[in-house]
T-cell receptor, first 114, second 113 residues
Framework: DTGVSQDPRHKITKRGQNVTFRCDPI?????LYWYRQTLGQGPEFLTY????????KSRLLSDRFSAERPKGSFSTLEIQRTEQGDSAMYLC????????????FGPGTRLTVT | KQEVTQIPAALSVPEGENLVLNCSFT??????LQWFRQDPGKGLTSLLL?????REQTSGRLNASLDKSSGRSTLYIAASQPGDSATYLC????????????FGTGTRLTVIP
């Protein structure tokens, strides 16, 4: 098992374009989380899935953001009509369950909106 | 809402010194607390996980303690090395809602050779 992977690692896009990121969790993990980290800040929770069900979204997740996890495996995070304020590191994490289970993080996707 | 604070925001020490990083949180209803390391422009590397029922965890030169009732944790790094230079983040896993992690803003550590 190689851990949580994310693709792409870096993305540069122009304002107004749509972008999509992918996260592949550790294979047996049923919980998948997305976080966003801006410069100089700690990561902030965006949304999470239990299997294929998206169970909670934070207020940070505007209508331009959508996330999916078809078949409870990999997940995608799409940002439509990107804005410069979307520039950040997008981190994915997975865990074997809820409660006290540890979350394992991927390397992140760094988005730059010009 | 849970708030996590890390002090100091930045720390510079000479190689070989022992040091302590501090983390405080406002809501003691947590499952666990994790310390992470983050190198510039990179993702998070988990260092230590302390469950709410535990008082401390050790890994090599690192020792983390947890006092849940007072909302405090410390990360002790012994015999610091230049390779320890990074940002250290603490995060608590809340017992409500998504059981997501709440992060502090980190302590940026520089170890001077």
């Amino acid at each position: 098992d190689t851990g949580v992977s994310q693709d792409p690692r870096h993305k540069i896009t122009k304002r107004g374009q749509n972008v999509t990121f992918r996260c592949d969790p550790i294979s047996e993990h049923n919980r998948l989380y997305w976080y966003r980290q801006t410069l100089g800040q700690g990561p902030e929770f965006l949304t999470y899935f239990q299997n294929e069900a998206q169970l909670e979204k934070s207020r940070l997740l505007s209508d331009r953001f959508s996330a999916e996890r078809p078949k409870g495996s990999f997940s995608t995070l799409e940002i439509q009509r990107t804005e410069q304020g979307d520039s950040a590191m997008y981190l994915c994490a997975s865990s074997l369950g809820d409660y006290s289970y540890e979350q394992y993080f991927g390397p992140g996707t760094r988005l730059t909106v010009t | 809402k849970q708030e996590v604070t890390q002090i100091p925001a930045a720390l510079s020490v000479p190689e070989g010194e022992n040091l302590v990083l501090n983390c405080s949180f406002t809501d003691s209803a947590i499952y666990n607390l994790q310390w992470f390391r983050q190198d510039p422009g990179k993702g998070l590397t988990s260092l230590l996980l302390i469950q709410s029922s535990q008082r401390e965890q050790t890994s090599g030169r690192l020792n983390a303690s947890l006092d849940k009732s007072s909302g405090r944790s410390t990360l002790y790094i012994a015999a610091s090395q230049p390779g320890d230079s990074a940002t250290y983040l603490c995060a608590v896993k809340v017992q409500t809602g998504a059981n997501n992690l709440f992060f502090g803003t980190g302590t940026r550590l520089t170890v001077i050779p």
